[in-house]
Structure formats: structure tokens, C-alpha cells
T-cell receptor, first 114, second 114 residues
Framework: DTGVSQDPRHKITKRGQNVTFRCDPISEHNRLYWYRQTLGQGPEFLTYFQNEAQLEKSRLLSDRFSAERPKGSFSTLEIQRTEQGDSAMYLC????????????FGPGTRLLVL | AQSVSQHNHHVILSEAASLELGCNYSYGGTVNLFWYVQYPGQHLQLLLKYFSGDPLVKGIKGFEAEFIKSKFSFNLRKPSVQWSDTAEYFCAVTPYSSASKIIFGSGTRLSIRP
């Protein structure tokens, strides 16, 4: 399967712990996006990378959140000192560079903070 | 701020009924428009998209959508639904000048009675 993959698929953690999620985009895609989806809502944009450069961050991305894409391939999203409000599905997507390219989504990582 | 409104939270239809899901967006400039679908247990996937040209766009599985600029609308239609169309449908927009983040609506859950 050459689609977008995410790991882990599910994560349960206690409030105050740090968690890290990984996304592997489609190999020839140089754009990578992170979204967050809560119950009953559509995905909300968090941040995006073009190659290794983080080009845009949402105001939703508080200081506790950090994303990296060090070699322009896979990306990690870390949440420090998790809060119950961080419980959500975290989605990754990738696309080729260019106007109007379709974003392809991964299966998501479901986070539950107890 | 840009936003997307989907009028119906949950739609229930019988097989062979016609479908129309409403979508309105709020943005003053040129936009790219999308409908994404999420079948139970599957990833978000693109159903259709509009970038320019003919405002009537045809997508996969017999779906189509019409862009009406004067109404800021992009409604999704299908003349005859099938049980396999049961899914969550998301309308989405990207400002043409910033074709990075996608702004999603809150989604419409479609249930088809066999």
C-alpha cells in the first residue's frame, strides 16, 4: 500500500504526559499537512510542511504542540503536557507541490487523554 | 475568516432516492472547492473538486456538484443513492491564494435505508 500511513492508530495517555505521532506521506509528495478532528466536526488545519520547511501554523497549535519534518519525508507531531481537550483524531495528509493538488489523507491517530 | 457551512447534520434516505447536500462557504476571493467522503472505517477520500471552468463538476460514484458563485454554494447531488453511499460527507474550501490548508465544514452523515 503506497498511501499515507500514520502510527500509532490509537493512543491512550494520562493528562500531563507527552505523546508523539508519526506520519509517512506518499513517497513523491513534498507537501505534508496535519489536521485535528473532534467528534461531530470536520478536520481543522494545524500545520503544513513543504519539504522540511514548516510554512504555516494554525492558532490552534499552542506552545504545547510541535511538528517536525527533518528530512522532508516523514513527520512527527508531539504534544507536551497533554490535556483532556487534546482528545481527538489527528489526521495527516500529503500532496504533490502545485496549485490545486489533491490532499491524500491517512487513517489518523485517535488520541484519548484520561 | 473563511468558513464552510453544511446545512444538514444527518440525512436519512431510502435507496434510489435523490440526494442533495447543501454547502455554503464564506470567502470573498477565488476559491477551490471540494467534497470529501469518509466511508465507515475508511480514510477521508476526495469525491470531487472544482478549480475553474465548468461549474458543474462530476466526481466518482455518480456524484456531481454545482458551483454557484453568486450564492457562495457548492451543493452535492446524486440522482439515485445506493446503500453503499452511507458515509460522512464533508464540503471544503481552500482560498486560491493559499492552496495549502483546507477548511472543512462540520460534515453531513448520510444513512441509506436498504
Amino acid at each position: 500500500d503506497t498511501g499515507v500511513s500514520q502510527d500509532p492508530r490509537h493512543k491512550i495517555t494520562k493528562r500531563g504526559q507527552n505523546v508523539t505521532f508519526r506520519c509517512d506521506p506518499i513517497s513523491e509528495h513534498n507537501r505534508l499537512y496535519w489536521y485535528r478532528q473532534t467528534l461531530g466536526q470536520g478536520p481543522e488545519f494545524l500545520t503544513y510542511f513543504q519539504n522540511e520547511a514548516q510554512l504555516e501554523k494554525s492558532r490552534l497549535l499552542s506552545d504545547r504542540f510541535s511538528a517536525e519534518r527533518p528530512k522532508g519525508s516523514f513527520s512527527t507531531l508531539e504534544i507536551q503536557r497533554t490535556e483532556q481537550g487534546d482528545s481527538a483524531m489527528y489526521l495527516c495528509a500529503s500532496s504533490p507541490q502545485g496549485q490545486g493538488e489533491t490532499q491524500y489523507f491517512g487513517p489518523g491517530t485517535r488520541l484519548l487523554v484520561l | 475568516a473563511q468558513s464552510v457551512s453544511q446545512h444538514n447534520h444527518h440525512v436519512i434516505l431510502s435507496e434510489a432516492a435523490s440526494l442533495e447536500l447543501g454547502c455554503n462557504y464564506s470567502y470573498g476571493g477565488t476559491v477551490n472547492l471540494f467534497w470529501y467522503v469518509q466511508y465507515p472505517g475508511q480514510h477521508l477520500q476526495l469525491l470531487l473538486k472544482y478549480f475553474s471552468g465548468d461549474p458543474l463538476v462530476k466526481g466518482i460514484k455518480g456524484f456531481e456538484a454545482e458551483f454557484i458563485k453568486s450564492k457562495f454554494s457548492f451543493n452535492l447531488r446524486k440522482p439515485s443513492v445506493q446503500w453503499s453511499d452511507t458515509a460522512e460527507y464533508f464540503c471544503a474550501v481552500t482560498p486560491y491564494s493559499s492552496a495549502s490548508k483546507i477548511i472543512f465544514g462540520s460534515g453531513t452523515r448520510l444513512s441509506i435505508r436498504p
